[in-house]
C-alpha cells in the first residue's frame, strides 16, 4: 500500500532480473551470460504514468516485455493486482494479459501486413471471446477506430496504405480493445515525425483519463518523458539507478547518471545556465559489467569506493531513490572527500 494516498498499487515488480546466455570463448567450459535486468524493483498505482528512461541497451524493453511475460523472466516476483503473475498458468496468464497491453515501437513491423485493420484491432476481442456474435465485435472495432481518431471506412485497408502516425494509431485501438488497466508503452513515438508525436502523446494522455489506465512508459527521450510521465525511473545496464517524482527528479536530479542526461536536453543557449556534462567512454558490456557501482567506469564524481562497493537503492525521502554513495547534488562534496578519507585509512 501506498504510504502517501493510501492506494494499492497496482502492479508491483520485486527484484525482477532477466539473463540471457551469451557465446562462450572457443573450448570453454564455463557459462556466461548478458545481464539484461538486474535486480529492478518498483510499483505502479493504477492511473499512473511511470516513465523509464535510459541510453538504448539499457534495459528498459527488455523490462517492459518481462513485466507483461512476453520475455519470460530469470527470476523475481510480478505482482499485478495482489497476484502473483509470474506462477500463473495458462488459463490463468490468459485472463490476467486481457488486463495488460503494449504498444510497439515499430508501427511497420508490429502489424501483420496480411490482416486488415478491422482483423488487427479484433483479434485480441476473437482471442479473449469477448463477443458472441462477428457483429458485435464489428461494432466495438469500429467503436475503438473512433476513439483513436480512426475513420470506420478504413476498416477493410490493410496496414501499408497508412502513415506512420495511423499506424500506430491502430496499434493503440489493439491495446486499448480490451479496456485494459495496464498498458506498457515502449517507444510508441520514436519511429514517429515530430510533429505526429504530440499527437500521439496527446491521444495517451486523453484515453488515459477517460479509461483510467496505468502507463509504464518507455522512452530515451527526457522531454517525451517530462510531458507524459508522473514519476521516472532512471535505468542503466540493466539497474534501476534513480526514481522520483517527476518534478522531483528535474529540479534535483541526484545521481550523477541522471545529471547527464538531463544537461544533455537541447534548451536556447541565452536561457541555460547549466554545463553540459559529458560522459567519459561507452556503455559497459552488460555480459562484463563493472564492479562495485556499474556506473563508476564513466562517472565524474567517481572515487575509490565505487569500484568496491555497489551502493544501495536508498530513499532520500518524498518518494525519491538514488543508488549513489554521494547522491550527486544531495550529498554534496563534503560526503565524496570524508569516503575518500575512509578508503584511504
Not at 573450448?27 to 518498483?42: N, P
Not at 511497420?108 to 482471442?127: D, F, K, Q
Amino acid at each position: 500500500m501506498n504510504e502517501h494516498t493510501g492506494q494499492v498499487p497496482l502492479l508491483e515488480v520485486r527484484h525482477l532480473r532477466k539473463l540471457f546466455p551469451a557465446k562462450s570463448a572457443f573450448l570453454s567450459r564455463e557459462k556466461t551470460y548478458i545481464k539484461a535486468v538486474d535486480d529492478v524493483s518498483f510499483t505502479l498505482m493504477p492511473k499512473e504514468t511511470l516513465g523509464v528512461v535510459g541510453e538504448s541497451g539499457c534495459g528498459k524493453s527488455t523490462m517492459g516485455r518481462s513485466v507483461l511475460r512476453l520475455i519470460e523472466p530469470t527470476s523475481g516476483e510480478i505482482l499485478y493486482k495482489g497476484e502473483d503473475f509470474t506462477k500463473a498458468k495458462e488459463a490463468t496468464l490468459r485472463k490476467m494479459r486481457s488486463d495488460m497491453q503494449i504498444i510497439f515501437q515499430d508501427p511497420y513491423a508490429s502489424l501483420n501486413p496480411r490482416m486488415t485493420v478491422g482483423e488487427i484491432i479484433a483479434e485480441p476481442l476473437n482471442i479473449q471471446k469477448r463477443y458472441a456474435t462477428r457483429e458485435e465485435t464489428r461494432e466495438q472495432v469500429i467503436r475503438v477506430m473512433k476513439v483513436v481518431g480512426l475513420n470506420p471506412k478504413y476498416y477493410n485497408r490493410y496496414p501499408h496504405e497508412f502513415s506512420g502516425g495511423q499506424r500506430q494509431r491502430i496499434g493503440i485501438a489493439r491495446a486499448i480493445a480490451l479496456s485494459p488497466s495496464l498498458i506498457v508503452c515502449d517507444e510508441p513515438v520514436s519511429a514517429l515525425d515530430v510533429s505526429i508525436q504530440s499527437q500521439v502523446l496527446n491521444l495517451l494522455r486523453d484515453l488515459q483519463e477517460s479509461m483510467g489506465m496505468a502507463y509504464i512508459f518507455i522512452s530515451h527521450n527526457l522531454s517525451v518523458i517530462k510531458h507524459i510521465s508522473d514519476r521516472v525511473m532512471v535505468m542503466y545496464l540493466g539497474h534501476v539507478v534513480e526514481m522520483a517524482d517527476k518534478k522531483d527528479l528535474f529540479a534535483t536530479p541526484c545521481h550523477p547518471y541522471t545529471q547527464a542526461l538531463l544537461s544533455a536536453i537541447p534548451v536556447p543557449e541565452r536561457h541555460s545556465k547549466r554545463k553540459k556534462i559529458l560522459l567519459q567512454g561507452d556503455l559497459p558490456s552488460p555480459a562484463n559489467p563493472p564492479s562495485g557501482c556499474i556506473f563508476h567506469t564513466r562517472c565524474f564524481m567517481a572515487a575509490d569506493i565505487c569500484s568496491v562497493e555497489k551502493p544501495e537503492l536508498r530513499d532520500l525521502g518524498n518518494g525519491h531513490f538514488c543508488a549513489c554513495h554521494f547522491c550527486g547534488n544531495c550529498a554534496g562534496k563534503e560526503t565524496k572527500k570524508e569516503s575518500k578519507r575512509n578508503m584511504e585509512s
